[in-house]
């Protein structure tokens, strides 16, 4: 795999947290925009990764980036670490049972009234739009104490659909929450071994599980590496799809591959399920020699064709570009949609330029960024009173390599090639991490 200096460039995380006040802008912020920008990441408690390669990036302490936006203006910006015990070790010594045992540092998410930040399997800690801890949710404990990074919540029922994988036995729970947080489904899935499970989707009646091509391999860590994860040619790639509130799931057998991330999914008919996804070949698949990965392929854009009747799947090459991060009007998770949104991937070194995909012709509208700069995934907000699904803004961290610092850009979701309407420069770096989340101070 090629390797990447995580000390510097995009990924270089920050020592320190810091406060700033109201922040320097080209452009016109809309002044709809009222909430805060939160992104989450992997940042060393140190200042410092130790070691090289995605694996020595993604178990770092989580790290909460947020930029704050009101009448026009982004108003403030923010860093803190989350409180974890790992947090206290390195600050709060004399008492580090006070915190909880979790590191989620990949993905926040606002529901029921309870702001989360997630991880993998691990237990989410609810959080302020300040990006102080609370502490251990009060309802959202997910499955077995863990809960995927990528819950969805259907935006009509308000209902929150969640798994959670784990390495060891049950490996795969599936859960619901309602929409005021409470959980009315937790069951476990059986599964002849650990999967690697990083997303889900939803339509108005299923929720589908993905188990692909990369499992464990525990020998890895006698070899020296961080993580014992890898691309399995042995393991069969299964669409799971299980009634949303439980019942006997179903597996569709498709080409070996990893999905990182879903797009979206929906009922098409009846009996026909939609599944977008970026779609991967190939994944952390060891060299011959098992001591390093190979390069992964970019990540491409895929639709699934499930047909619950006859028992089948197609699978459609909707789009050859490199991409990842999607995202899209979450008002549309689990509907028919028309649009997402996601980071350009000129090299499977680079997250450079923001894309509109637009179903209806199959086309990519561009927003470039110059060579050595990398962005963020676009998170979309609705404009107050939109009517049409595009009708909204995308909110992006960029990293500027002249200056080493980051902007947030605005653009129009309708209008992704007209550039950014609003430029906030930061004097300080928001390091590349995983996801994040609009939390409107309305919400
Ligand atoms: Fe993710």
């Given at each position: 795999m090629t390797t990447i200096d995580l000390n510097a460039g995009a990924v270089a995380p920050v020592a320190r947290e810091v406060e700033l006040g109201?922040?320097?802008?080209?452009?016109?912020?809309?002044?709809?925009?009222?909430?805060?920008?939160?992104?989450?990441?992997?940042?060393?408690?140190?200042?410092?990764?130790?070691?090289?390669?995605?694996?020595?990036?993604?178990?770092?302490?989580?790290?909460l980036h947020g930029i704050a936006f009101s009448g026009g203006q982004a108003t403030s910006y923010r860093n803190r670490?989350?409180?974890?015990?790992?947090?206290?070790?390195?600050?709060a010594p004399d008492n580090t049972?006070?915190?909880?045992?979790?590191?989620?540092?990949?993905?926040?998410l606002r529901h029921a009234g309870e702001t989360l930040a997630l991880a993998e399997g691990g237990m989410p800690l609810a959080i302020t739009s300040t990006l102080d801890t609370v502490g251990l949710a009060r309802r959202h404990r997910g499955a077995a104490q863990g809960m995927t990074?990528?819950?969805?919540?259907?935006?009509?029922?308000?209902?929150l659909m969640m798994f959670h994988a784990g390495w060891r036995p049950p490996f795969l729970r599936y859960g619901v929450a309602d929409k005021a947080g409470e959980p009315t489904v937790d069951m476990e899935i059986p599964l002849a071994e650990a999967s690697?499970?990083?997303?889900?989707?939803?339509?108005?009646?299923?929720?589908?599980?993905?188990?692909?091509?990369?499992g464990y391999?525990?020998?890895?860590?006698?070899?020296?590496?961080?993580?014992?994860?890898?691309?399995?040619?042995?393991?069969?790639?299964?669409?799971?799809?299980?009634?949303r509130h439980g019942g006997e799931i179903r597996w569709f057998e498709i080409a070996p591959c990893f999905i990182q991330h879903v797009v979206n999914a929906y009922d098409e008919d009846d009996t026909t399920i939609v599944l977008d996804a970026i779609w991967y070949p190939s994944f952390l698949r060891l060299t011959s020699d098992g001591r390093a990965f190979e390069d992964n392929p970019l990540g491409t854009l895929r639709r699934y064709r499930i047909d619950l009747a006859a028992g089948t799947?197609?699978?459609?090459?909707?789009?050859?570009?490199?991409?990842?991060?999607?995202?899209?009007?979450?008002?549309?998770?689990?509907?028919?949609?028309?649009?997402?949104?996601?980071?350009e991937q000129p090299s499977t070194v680079e997250m450079r330029g923001i894309v509109r995909f637009d179903w209806d012709g199959g086309s990519f509208e561009r927003c470039a960024l110059p060579?050595?700069?990398?962005?963020?995934?676009?998170?979309?907000?609705?404009?107050?009173?939109?009517?049409?699904?595009?009708?909204?803004?995308?909110?992006?961290?960029?990293?500027?390599?002249?200056?080493?610092?980051?902007?947030?850009?605005?653009?129009?979701?309708?209008?992704?090639?007209?550039?950014?309407?609003?430029?906030?420069?930061?004097?300080?770096?928001?390091?590349?991490?995983?996801?994040?989340?609009?939390?409107?101070?309305?919400g």
């Open positions: 109201e922040l320097r802008v080209t452009g016109t912020v809309p002044d709809d925009l009222e909430g805060v920008l939160v992104r989450n990441g992997p940042n060393p408690l140190s200042g410092r990764f130790e070691g090289e390669g995605m694996l020595a990036w993604w178990p770092e302490a989580a790290m670490w989350l409180r974890t015990q790992r947090w206290a070790q390195a600050y049972a006070a915190w909880p045992d979790t590191n989620p540092n990949v993905n926040v990074a990528h819950p969805k919540v259907d935006p009509q029922t308000g209902e690697m499970m990083h997303d889900m989707a939803i339509t108005e009646t299923h929720s589908i599980l993905l188990d692909l091509n990369v391999d525990f020998s890895m860590l006698q070899r020296g590496h961080r993580m014992p994860l890898r691309w399995h040619d042995e393991r069969s790639a299964r669409l799971g799809v299980i009634p799947v197609r699978e459609y090459r909707a789009a050859d570009e490199g991409i990842e991060l999607p995202r899209i009007n979450e008002r549309c998770t689990g509907r028919s949609y028309r649009y997402f949104y996601a980071v060579p050595g700069d990398q962005n963020s995934e676009p998170v979309f907000v609705p404009r107050r009173g939109a009517t049409s699904e595009d009708d909204g803004w995308l909110l992006c961290c960029v990293y500027r390599q002249a200056t080493a610092t980051s902007d947030v850009v605005v653009l129009d979701a309708g209008n992704v090639a007209a550039g950014p309407i609003a430029t906030v420069h930061l004097p300080t770096r928001i390091p590349a991490g995983f996801h994040g989340a609009w939390l409107p101070n309305n």
